[in-house]
Each structure stands twice: as C-alpha cells, then as structure tokens.
C-alpha cells in the first residue's frame, strides 16, 4: 500500500506542476455549469424546482469532467514510455493501479468540490449538508475512477481510444450515478445521513467489487 501512495503522490506532484489536466477539468465544469445556467435561467429563484434539478446537473458535470481526468491517466506515461519504467520497478502492477485511482480520485475531488460553489453562485441555491455531499460524491467519483481507469488502461492504445472510453464507461457507472443522484437530491432537500444509508451502501459495494475487478484484471492489461 506503502508503494500505491508514493505512485500517487508522484502522479499528483507532477500534476499540481504543471496543471493542465486540472486546468482543464475546472474550466470544463465551469462552461457546463453556465450552460446549465443559461437554459433554466428562467427558474433561478425558484428554490424547489432547482433543488430537483441540482442533483442530476451536478453529476452530469461529474461524470463529465471524470472522464477527462481519466482519459488522461495513462496518456503521458504512455507517450514517454514510463510506464515501461514502472512495469521494470519491484512493485506489484495493483499497486500502480491502486496509486494511479487514488491520485485520480483526489483530483476529481478537488474539482468537484469547486463545481459546488460554482453551481450555487450560477442558480443562486445554498447547498445544504455539505459534509454529507462530500460523503456521496467521494464514494460516487471512487465508483466511477475504479472501473474508468481499467478501461483507460485498455482503450489507450487505440486509435479511437478517446471516443471509445466515454461509450464504454457511461453504461458501467449506471449503478453509481443513480444512488448518487438520489442521495445527493435527499441531502439538498435537507436530509440527514440515516436517510441516505441504503445509497451509500450500495455506492461502497459497486466500489469494493470493482475496485477488486479492476485490480486483478489490470495486470493482464497492462502487461499488452
């Protein structure tokens, strides 16, 4: 575990240097938000029709932005060759998986965390129950990196890995977009974490088991 963290610790140093996915990731949740904002313009005022609508708006952004960070995840190792580099060091190949959706996971965190305020400033909304939103949506993002990277791992070398990844991901994140927008729409309708237990549970098993299948399947990918 002791290697997964040095592994994410490099990937997130090297990003908060240069910034470009990051950079990327905040401006594109920022033109999302602001269409979202442009089209229901006519409802900013109107509390309850917004608290519907916040939900499935801030997750679209999301799952959105998710695939941006994740389509880029092995790209740069990838083109330098690096990651002919990690294959060779004495670590277990889960254990690249497990740093790589952690550093990835953080990232998307911190973005989505800054969507947050954004949304509430564009459809003048106060968010309600923050720490319990940020309970969703880290369990959310870990559902939706799990089993993103492994088809990023696979798809990466394809010509049309970009527009492959995105058809291929969708239809898996299913099973977490729909609790988490549930749940999300119960917290901001002024819910308490007791009314959200059945969604977190299955948010933390769609993670456990794919976070599982993804790692054993990851050494046979990476390995082509």
Same mark, same amino acid.
């Given at each position: 575990?002791?290697?997964s963290f040095h592994i994410a610790i490099k990937d997130l140093r090297s990003e908060f240097r240069t910034k470009?996915?990051?950079?990327?990731? /905040?401006v594109f949740s920022l033109i999302v938000i602001v269409i979202?904002? /442009?089209s229901f313009?006519?409802?900013i005022g109107n509390m309850e029709i917004i608290e519907q609508l916040a939900p499935g708006v801030l997750w679209i952004s999301f799952a959105f932005i998710a695939v941006i960070a994740i389509s880029r995840s092995f790209s740069d190792e990838i083109k330098n060759r690096c990651i002919d580099g990690l294959r060779m060091c004495p670590v277990d190949t889960g254990a690249i998986y497990t740093g790589k959706m952690l550093s990835t996971i953080i990232l998307l965190f911190l973005v989505e965390m800054i969507v947050i305020p954004l949304f509430s400033i564009m459809f003048n909304y106060t968010i309600q129950g923050v720490p319990e939103l940020a309970l969703i949506i880290f369990l959310g993002t870990a559902g939706?990196?799990?089993v993103g990277l492994l088809l990023s791992a696979i798809t990466i070398n394809s010509r049309s890995g970009e527009l492959l990844l995105p058809v291929l991901l969708f239809p898996l994140i299913i099973p977490v977009i729909i609790?988490?927008?549930i749940s999300t729409g119960k917290i901001l309708a002024g819910g308490s974490i007791s009314d959200i237990i059945d969604e977190l549970r299955l948010l933390g098993v769609y993670v456990i088991i794919f976070y599982v299948i993804s790692r054993i399947l990851f050494e046979y990918t990476i390995q082509e």
């Open positions: 575990m002791l290697k470009q996915m990051l950079n990327s990731m /905040i979202f904002g /442009i313009s006519d409802l939706i990196v799990c609790p988490a927008v």
